[in-house]
């Protein structure tokens, strides 16, 4: 469940949702743009996992809260950061399906979703469930921006949604952090 909701705090403050909602509009196909995100995620997401674990591995329990601690601070405080419009590729000439695959495999590449996954996965005695929790609500805000296309999703209160998304992140990360080091 917190995977869920992390992995959507974090992609309605994220430039892949975005990129989506451009490749809706352009290639007229929000199904391929949905399955093409669900792909993208399903891979940053997988990576993410796997990073997790060999890392986790060889931290101990308070450690691992830390480094979950550390991840979420780290995501509130890059989630408040403006950014300018993605770009959306219009020089590939690979068709809507690899383009999209391939684009939002690259945006989402490295995000800090993809850092929380890892150490969620690091924690948890269902390691995959932090990769398909993020999934299915990084997959739903990118649902969203399909299906209300470039215009649509610029006309939502963005900002506003930023940094809330950062606030919740950045409290979250604190008061773990403060877990971890048994002060509160």
Do not use: H
């Not at 979420?72 to 950014?83: D, E, K, N, Q």
């Not at 020089?91 to 850092?115: C, E, K, N, Y």
């Amino acid at each position: 469940m917190a995977a869920i909701v992390l992995g959507a705090i974090c992609q309605i403050s994220d430039k892949t949702p975005w990129l989506a909602a451009i490749f809706a509009d352009r290639f007229r196909s929000p199904a391929l743009v949905v399955a093409a995100a669900v792909v993208a995620l399903s891979v940053n997401y997988a990576i993410g996992v796997a990073a997790g674990l060999a890392v986790t591995a060889l931290l101990t329990p308070e450690a691992r809260l830390l480094l979950l601690a550390l991840a979420l601070v780290l995501a509130g405080a890059g989630t408040g950061v403006r950014f300018k419009r993605p770009d959306a590729l219009d020089g590939w000439r690979t068709g809507p399906a690899f383009t999209s695959i391939a684009g939002l495999v690259i945006m989402a590449f490295g995000d800090r979703m993809q850092f929380v996954v890892a150490a969620l996965a690091g924690r948890s005695t269902l390691p995959w469930a932090a990769m398909v929790g993020a999934v299915i609500g990084g997959a739903a805000v990118n649902v969203v921006a399909v299906a209300l296309g470039e215009a649509g999703w610029l006309r939502l209160p963005l900002k506003a949604l930023r940094i809330a998304a950062a606030a919740i992140l950045l409290i979250a990360g604190v008061v773990i952090g403060l877990n971890a080091l048994r002060l509160v």
